[in-house]
Each structure stands twice: as structure tokens, then as C-alpha cells.
T-cell receptor, first 118, second 113 residues
Framework: EAGVVQSPRYKIIEKKQPVAFWCNPI?????LYWYRQNLGQGPELLIR????????DSQLPKDRFSAERLKGVDSTLKIQPAELGDSAVYLC????????????????FGPGTRLTVL | KNQVEQSPQSLIILEGKNCTLQ??????????LRWYKQDTGRGPVSLTI?????NTKSNGRYTATLDADTKQSSLHITASQLSDSASYIC????????????FGTGTRLKVLA
């Protein structure tokens, strides 16, 4: 079975340009997460979906970041316009149970998209 | 403030040696604690998940311990291999309505031949 799929793996853009990342979670997983990971740091949650509903977007910089998961399966994360400080790895993860971290359900991560903003 | 702190920041050991990584947390109310291994350029991979009632859990050469009273966890790696070179991240889930994962900054382990 395929794991969490993300594309592209790498993206280099100039500041003020838009960029989009795509994630396809493990088949059947209800909960999808987008994280940002800066070099040498742990991942930071940007948004969590349960099916197509964004249940936690409190850490998403809404002035420039947007996300969608229209059919409750794959998801896109967009930045417009990108800033230098957005350079990071953007990780997507999914879990099977609808959505409570107090469960011991394993969280599966994709390989990430490494974004470089010049 | 809910926090997860890991030590050391980085560690270098020789192949075949054992090592122990530490994780202290202030997350409350506590739900569970997870250890992840993250290879360079890859996403984190789950090693262990422990709930409040579990003191120890093993996954091959990896053994995690949890002391919920002192809010400390450790990850012990036995007979290290070159492939153990990675970052190890401790993650604590809070059991409040926000259901957040609190990530540590990780310990970067380098195993030398």
C-alpha cells in the first residue's frame, strides 16, 4: 500500500510568487495534517482536517496561506505571495481514526516538500 | 505553556554502542507520548506510542520509557547501527479539546563506523 504521497518534492521560487503543494493521504484515512518544519526544528502544525472540514487552522497564517480538501481525500496547501521566511519543509500526515490525538493511532508522514524562497 | 524539550541536541556515538535520548514535557492534560525517527530528507516515522498507563515499550532495538509523574521519557537505542543516524523527535499529545500534538525539536544522532 502506498504511503502518504506529496508533490513536488522540491520547489524553488522567488519571493512574492505563489506556490502550491499537494498531498494524497493513505487510502481511507480521515484526518489530514499539514506541518511546516524549519531546519533543526520539530514540525509545527499549520492545519488539521477531519474529512473535508478544517477543524484546527489556528496556526495557519491566513493572510497568505490557504488550504483545501474538497472531497475529503487529497489536499492542497497554497502560499501567495511567498516570503523569504517561508523557506522550510512542508510535511503532510494522515491518521485513520477521526481525528483525536488521544487515540494511539499512528500518524503517517509523507516525504515533504522542501520549499526555497529566493 | 505546553512544551516538549529534548536533550541532547546532538549526539555522536560509535557503531555498536548504546545511547539514551531524553524528553521532558510540560503538556497537560497528557494523552500520549510518541517517538519518531526522521531520516534526512524524509518525513518522520513512528517508533513507539505510549499512553499514561504504559511505562515502557519496545520496537526492535528501540526501547522507550515513560514516567508520567515526573513527565519524562527516554528512548534507548541498543547496539547502534549506521542506519540509526537520524533525528529523533518526541511528540506529546494533549487531551484537551484542541487535541494538539506538541513536537520537540529533536535529537540529531550520528553513528560512526
Amino acid at each position: 500500500e502506498a504511503g502518504v504521497v506529496q508533490s513536488p518534492r522540491y520547489k524553488i521560487i522567488e519571493k512574492k510568487q505563489p506556490v502550491a503543494f499537494w498531498c494524497n493521504p493513505i487510502s481511507g484515512h480521515n484526518t489530514l495534517y499539514w506541518y511546516r518544519q524549519n531546519l533543526g526544528q520539530g514540525p509545527e502544525l499549520l492545519i488539521r482536517y477531519e474529512n473535508e472540514e478544517a477543524v484546527d487552522d489556528s496556526q495557519l497564517p491566513k493572510d497568505r496561506f490557504s488550504a483545501e480538501r474538497l472531497k475529503g481525500v487529497d489536499s492542497t496547501l497554497k502560499i501567495q505571495p511567498a516570503e523569504l521566511g517561508d523557506s522550510a519543509v512542508y510535511l503532510c500526515a494522515s491518521t485513520g481514526l477521526a481525528g483525536k490525538p488521544f487515540s494511539t493511532d499512528t500518524q503517517y508522514f509523507g516525504p515533504g516538500t522542501r520549499l526555497t524562497v529566493l | 505553556k505546553n512544551q516538549v524539550e529534548q536533550s541532547p541536541q546532538s549526539l555522536i556515538i560509535l557503531e555498536g554502542k548504546n545511547c539514551t535520548l531524553q524528553c521532558n514535557y510540560t503538556v497537560s492534560p497528557f494523552s500520549n507520548l510518541r517517538w519518531y525517527k526522521q531520516d534526512t530528507g524524509r518525513g518522520p516515522v513512528s517508533l513507539t506510542i505510549m499512553t499514561f498507563s504504559e511505562n515502557t515499550k519496545s520496537n526492535g532495538r528501540y526501547t522507550a520509557t515513560l514516567d508520567a509523574d515526573t513527565k519524562q521519557s527516554s528512548l534507548h537505542i541498543t547496539a547502534s547501527q549506521l542506519s540509526d543516524s537520524a533525528s529523533y523527535i518526541c511528540v506529546v499529545s494533549e487531551a484537551s479539546g484542541t487535541y494538539k500534538y506538541i513536537f520537540g525539536t529533536g535529537t540529531r544522532l550520528k553513528v560512526l563506523a
